[in-house]
């Protein structure tokens, strides 16, 4: 039986119960505003205008600049002549809400860090000082600090007592409360020598003793990574961060070739129009008046995206975290969208890992429940999962227990045997196991084995079944079928990542043929049966030469190969240390199924980000409209037909283009760090859906939000 | 609804033949096409091996900087050459300059008038030879980025994809098409010019002694020149009126072929786009969202131009009042009153007329218009100067976007700009890096295909706006105000799409060398216009060759559920909504002093 399912038992016994105070725990969801986050937010978004920091973000450069230049224009206006027609207070309004959008763009990425930091601040908690038992080289017992140990001591943990530090398990078996990281109250086994021997700092022992390896030295344990992590200090831009920031910059160049060679051309209809009118005096318009050139120019470029880009994969990383996933780096939460297969363990992923009796066929003379009645009757003290299931079978099929005389002895399973069975004090000896085993027991006893059981045995582990053959004395009574039977809901998770575009893939030990009716019944697209590290490893690099991303979860040694091979390779934290150095992503929650949630999250960032830089560029279409006519007001009066808002004036239209590009930046705050939801629907019917939403609703909502602006700027009378 | 039927049978006609030419094309661009040995021989004489991107922009520069000094030395030499009856003299040498990198860059924009200043040896050397070979460049460059796309092992050979295009497809056509026009009443000939007697006596004066004087008409080898001037997207006139003459166009019939042929080959690379890489399906797609963009400039101009009267001659009245700011007039505002205007006495039931061959037919003039730019072609067969003022607005907005099918090649090359630009922004919102054609654009891609993207702009706009505010531009527009602003925004545009057409009224031309009244402007507008062509020429067919050699070099994935499809009708909408969109965003200024000021303008206003 793997130690998979011990886990699972384990975690199923209702009777362990924890007795000891509960450690702190994580918050694991978070308000988007609160106090203690958005306060120092705000302070950092002012700190935040510093130019060498701006200058990280080329569009919200071009707009500090933008301000700069206007603030410079005010002061020159206020101190000599005044060259427009247009007041003063229009130009200080503009540079305010010019100032204004850099400072809500520096705020949703404070924000976004803060909201980091907050989390980073509950998981330091628990990373709180301890004290560590350390195991000298003559097996004595220091008591010192955990900030002393270093990778490679050895640490005694009791019940009762914090884990130190990250490590592995060298002996002794425990059961674990590691809800301070993962969140999750249920205790957990970890064991020397199998594949969940991982500890982690921080967490709690509940029963029993453990010898632990410390495989992290102090400040680079998985906790001080994750908080490294989410205060963003080690966040590295991801590739397709970095180029749509390229992308934005060379639009940003674009709608600077548009706006410059306006003032030319805003000239040349100033000169025409003085010609026409016959007037000697100049005639200026706005189209030559440079800060509203620069409002132009800023309402153009992506300004939307340009700030909330920071904020979305900060957030995205955020969300990773909250779903106990600890990312080695925000390429690989963004790469998980990108994932084509996915190779997942039969064993405890897909199945629940030990094997259940589902029915009883007979043989001969005998009926279905004397089958069963002898089955229950060899199983009665029968420890073992299947045994036991074996006797809740012959239950649940409305029988009454069965019970067994005073002085029969119990025939416990062995290697040598593949039988278990009773002895009854009158002689009568029943007999369940593998099918030969039981034959040699019949010819034993002078008994014949039925031709008919041989086509029985073969149906059944053709089906992906285990026959066990029951026997009394000298006769085959019939036969016991065990099947590893699905975890609930397994099939609708598949059919999710089918839609979602992912082919599943089943690893198994299991021979081909059963592997293919497990694959069948569960509904995945593939499966490697008699699987072993170089086959794993095969399969991997078949997939990726065809151009597919690969994710692989695993947990044992012999998965290290094929993890490091992946494109995506998720460990869990119970895992070993080699599985978990060669993976990207580490699950707190040792969950086989969490590669689901991941590719989610992956998807939900790129999403997040390809609808808000639609978004922003589809806005620019109305903010045209509102400016254009207003920009050539003074020259080309008819223009105004082209206005289809309708606004009060040519400074109240560029005012509310301006405040609407600016004011668009926090409403979207709460997209950019939620994550714009990701429904598995298919590429197409998605695309459909956000286009619509992104796109179109992109070009619909500026023409309605800047007509209220103006509405509003004309009703409180700030505006002539 | 006869002035629909031109426009529908144009299209039809030429998407029918597009699918079978599709095929052909492709066949003979993979070198599946078995030609006659001889041709072979040639072929693989001219074959210098298998090139890398790098190899084949180096020979694409080579061949066109030999295509210049060519060009050059045929223009110089003119009043040395044969085949020069009228004794031709030498032009200006900024006119020379600009007319060599206009016919070597498949643009045509003339600043000379051919039957005036060119000899029938400039004609058939510069202009004809020009014809064939700028044409099959673009040409060249789609198929490159296609075998890049395919991540074939190399690009193929440049000079064996020319002689390709060139010989076995341009050739043969061409010769057809000459044919139809020669029996249609084009000349054919050698000969410079033919002397008549007009039959109205003296109608061209009398010499002293008071016999009437003849007139003395240009001709050429016309049937020979035209055919490969609309097939190859050039445009280039034999005569200065381009299109519209009787030689160069003598029939609705020859008007309709002409149609056709510049319109054949654009639509067939599409088709060759997808047939080449195995994608049929999704060439459709580009094709119908073109064909829409198409549609909609032909029926804007139709609309405006041949169911709309001309405005200038109708009535305007009430007054119209405006209020414009002013420093000096009480309240800070000037009212300004447009008086009402009496309508002229012209019947206008045929829409506008100024400017149109009625030859062809009502529609034939706003219908040409609109083809002629969005196909980059640039011949017209009507002053697109006396198109209505928002009317005007279909050919500048296919010179914008540049790939309403556009130039054989360089329109398909366009458009994959577009594709790549819509993918990297919007393909994202299905949750994967986003990819064509299974690769994954990266940020090299897009930053490529995005400064592909702002040459254009870059090189309308700066000169449109330099030119407009100094006495570059203002001196040489026949009309001051917003329609003179068209005429330099449309020289900007036609150069900058490579596209050739003229909106005419800008005083352009230099002339001979010699000239003694060159019109003031000449030389600022020959080198401006030059440069313009030159970088958005080159750059918008060098950098997506790389794009495509980086995004080939990379692994290529297989379609999925979740991966985007090129091939569907949400594709279409966002391709179709990324053109308008970027388009309207870099033009609509543009188009708002131009056109849109002018129509909404009052009258009688810039002229």
Redesign the interface.
């Known amino acids: 039986m793997s130690t998979t399912a011990m886990v699972e038992e384990t975690q199923q016994k209702p009777g362990m119960k924890r007795e000891k105070p509960k450690p702190p725990k994580r918050v694991k969801r978070m308000a988007l505003f609160t106090k203690e986050t958005t306060l120092p937010a705000i302070k950092q978004a002012f700190a935040m205008l510093r130019p060498d920091i701006q200058w990280k973000n080329p569009v919200m450069f071009v707009v500090e600049v933008g301000a700069f230049l206007t603030l410079l224009y005010i002061l020159k206006a206020l101190f000599g002549a005044p060259e427009s027609l247009v007041s003063i207070s229009y130009f200080i309004a503009l540079d305010v809400w010019l100032w204004l959008t850099v400072v809500f763009a520096n705020f949703a990425t404070a924000l976004a860090e803060a909201r980091g930091k907050a989390q980073a601040e509950s998981l330091r908690r628990s990373r709180r000082e301890t004290r560590a038992l350390r195991l000298g080289p003559d097996e004595t017992i220091e008591d010192i600090s955990s900030t002393l140990l270093r990778p490679g001591d050895r640490v005694v943990v009791s019940a009762g007592f914090t884990i130190p530090g990250d490590g592995e398990i060298i002996s002794g078996i425990a059961s674990i409360d590691e809800s301070a990281i993962t969140g999750e109250s249920a205790p957990v086994i970890r064991e020397a020598g199998s594949d969940r021997s991982g500890v982690t700092g921080g967490t709690f022992v509940l029963s029993d003793r453990i010898v632990v390896r410390i495989t992290s030295g102090p400040g680079d344990s998985f906790l001080d990574r994750m908080i490294g992590l989410v205060e963003g200090a080690i966040r590295q831009r991801s590739p397709n961060e970095i180029a749509l920031t390229l992308a934005l910059s060379a639009m940003t160049l674009i709608f600077l070739i548009v706006v410059i060679p306006l003032w030319p051309m805003a000239w040349n209809a100033e000169q025409y129009m003085m010609g026409y009118l016959g007037i000697q005096e100049p005639l200026k318009s706005l189209g030559t008046d440079i800060p509203t050139l620069i409002a132009l120019l800023v309402c153009l470029i992506p300004t939307t995206i340009g700030a909330l880009l920071a904020a979305i994969g900060i957030a995205g990383m955020e969300r990773a975290l909250r779903a106990n996933i600890i990312a080695k780096s925000g390429k690989a939460v963004e790469m998980a969208g990108d994932i084509d297969v996915v190779l997942l363990d039969k064993t405890g992923t897909i199945t629940m890992g030990h094997r259940h009796a589902t029915s009883f066929l007979p043989l001969g003379k005998y009926k279905a429940n004397d089958v069963g009645q002898l089955a229950a009757l060899a199983s009665a003290a029968d420890e073992t999962p299947e045994g036991k299931s074996i006797v809740k079978l012959y239950e649940s099929l409305g029988n009454v227990p069965v019970t067994t005389p005073q002085q029969s002895q119990f025939v416990p399973f062995s290697a040598q045997t593949r039988m278990s069975g009773i002895d009854f004090p009158n002689g009568r000896r029943i007999r369940k196991g593998a099918p030969d085993a039981v034959a040699r027991f019949i010819q034993e006893s002078g008994g014949r084995v039925p031709d008919n059981l041989r086509p029985l045995v073969d149906g059944a582990a053709s089906k992906g079944a285990t026959p066990l053959v029951v026997a009394e004395d000298g006769q085959v009574a019939g036969m016991i079928v065990l099947e590893d039977i699905l975890k609930p809901g397994m099939k609708e998770r598949f059919a999710r990542l089918r839609k979602m575009g992912l082919r599943t893939v089943m690893i198994t030990g299991d021979n081909p043929l059963t592997a293919s009716t497990i694959a069948a019944e569960a509904g995945v697209d593939d499966f490697i049966a008699e699987a072993t590290p170089e086959n794993k490893l095969e399969y991997i690099r078949k997939e990726q030469a065809e151009g597919k991303l690969v994710a692989m979860m695993g947990d044992g040694t012999n998965d290290a190969p094929a993890l490091a091979q992946a494109d995506v390779a998720l460990a869990m934290n119970a895992g070993t240390q080699a599985a978990k150095e060669a993976a990207n992503m580490v699950d707190l929650d040792s969950d086989p199924t969490k590669l689901i949630e991941t590719v989610e999250i992956g998807k939900q960032l790129l999403i997040t980000r390809g609808a808000l830089t639609t978004f922003s560029i589809a806005n620019d279409v109305a903010k045209y409209f509102a400016i254009i006519p207003a920009l050539f007001a003074g020259t080309l009066p008819w223009l105004k037909l082209m206005d289809i808002m309708n606004l009060h004036s040519p400074t109240s239209a560029i005012l509310s283009a301006i405040i609407f590009n600016a004011l668009i930046i926090p409403a979207l705050i709460p997209v950019a760090l939620k994550g714009v939801a990701y429904k598995p629907l298919g590429a197409d019917a998605l695309l459909r859906r956000n286009l619509l939403i992104w796109g179109a609703g992109g070009v619909i909502l500026p023409f309605v939000g800047i007509k209220l602006i103006d509405v509003v700027l004309v009703g409180l009378h700030l505006l002539s | 609804m006869d002035i629909w039927l031109l426009p529908v049978a144009i299209l039809a006609t030429t998407t029918v033949l597009a699918f079978p030419l599709s095929r052909y094309l492709s066949l003979i661009m993979d070198g599946k096409y078995l030609a006659p040995r001889m041709l072979r021989w040639f072929e693989e004489r001219l074959n210098s091996g298998p090139q890398d991107w790098k190899q084949y922009v180096g020979s694409m520069l080579l061949f066109n900087t030999v295509l210049f000094l060519f060009g050059f030395a045929v223009l110089a030499l003119q009043p040395w050459m044969p085949l020069n009856g009228d004794a031709k003299g030498m032009l200006a040498p900024s006119t020379i300059f600009h007319s060599v990198v206009s016919f070597m860059t498949n643009t045509d924009l003339q600043h000379y008038s051919g039957d005036q200043h060119l000899s029938n040896f400039s004609q058939i050397f510069f202009g004809l030879s020009n014809f064939f070979l700028s044409a099959s460049i673009g040409f060249c460059g789609l198929v490159a980025i296609i075998r890049a796309f395919r991540s074939d092992a190399h690009l193929g050979n440049f000079f064996v994809d020319m002689w390709r295009v060139v010989v076995y497809m341009f050739l043969p056509i061409s010769f057809v098409l000459g044919v139809a026009f020669l029996q249609q009443g084009s000349p054919m000939t050698f000969e410079s010019s033919v002397q008549v007697s007009t039959l109205e006596h003296g109608v061209m004066g009398t010499t002293n002694k008071g016999d009437a004087k003849q007139q003395s008409i240009v001709v050429g080898p016309l049937a020979a020149f035209v055919p490969m001037k609309q097939l190859g997207t050039n445009g280039g006139g034999f005569y200065g009126m381009n299109s519209a003459h009787p030689f160069e166009n003598p029939t609705a019939l020859t008007n309709f072929l002409s149609c056709v042929a510049m319109m054949l080959f654009p639509f067939g690379l599409v088709l060759m786009f997808g047939r080449m890489l195995k994608r049929l399906r999704h060439s459709y797609v580009i094709f119908t969202v073109m064909m829409t963009l198409m549609i909609a400039t032909v029926i804007w101009a139709v609309y405006y131009d041949t169911l709309k009267p001309n405005p200038g001659l109708t009535a305007h009245g009430p007054a119209q009042t ?7 007039a009480p309240g ?1 505002r ?1 009212t ?1 009153t447009l008086p009402s205007v009496a309508p002229m006495p012209v019947d206008q039931h045929l829409g506008n007329l100024e400017g149109k061959e009625m030859r062809f037919g009502t529609s034939a003039g706003a219908t040409f218009a609109a083809l002629t730019v969005d196909v980059t072609d640039g011949a017209v067969n009507a002053e697109h100067d006396s198109l209505n003022p928002i009317a005007a607005l279909s050919p500048m907005v296919g010179m914008w976007l540049n790939c309403i099918f556009g130039g054989k090649g360089v329109g398909m090359i366009n458009m994959l700009l577009y594709i790549i ?1 819509g993918i ?11 990819e064509y054609l ?1 690769k ?5 891609e ?2 490529l295909a ?2 592909a ?2 040459v254009h ?2 090189m309308i ?2 000169p ?3 030119f ?2 100094t006495d570059w ?2 001196k040489a527009e026949s009309n ?3 329609h ?2 068209s005429q330099i925004a449309y020289q900007f545009s036609s150069a900058s799409a490579n596209n050739g057409s003229a909106f005419d009224g800008l005083g352009v031309t230099y002339g001979f060398a010699n000239n003694p009244a060159p019109a003031p402007e000449a030389v600022p507008w020959d080198l401006a216009a030059a440069l313009v062509i030159i970088v958005s020429r080159f750059l918008p067919i060098i950098a997506p060759i790389a794009m495509a050699a980086y995004l080939g070099a990379k ?4 379609y ?6 090129d091939d ?1 009708v ?2 279409g ?2 391709l179709l ?1 990324t053109v308008v ?1 970027i388009g ?3 033009f ?3 188009a ?2 131009g056109p ?2 002018e129509h ?3 009258i009688p ?2 002229g």
């Open positions: 405006f209020e414009v700011p002013s420093a000096t800070g000037r300004v630009i990297f922004v919007a393909g994202m919102m299905v949750g994967r890096t986003p299974g994954k654009i990266g940020g090299r897009a930053k995005l400064i993207l702002l702009p870059l706009l700066f449109t706006g330099i407009a505010a531009g203002i001051p105000g917003a003179g602003f692994k290529s994935a297989p999925g559920v979740g991966t985007l499809r569907t949400t594709f909408f966002l909504g969109i309207a965003l870099l609509l200024p543009v708002a002093l849109i000021a909404l303008g009052p206003f810039g």
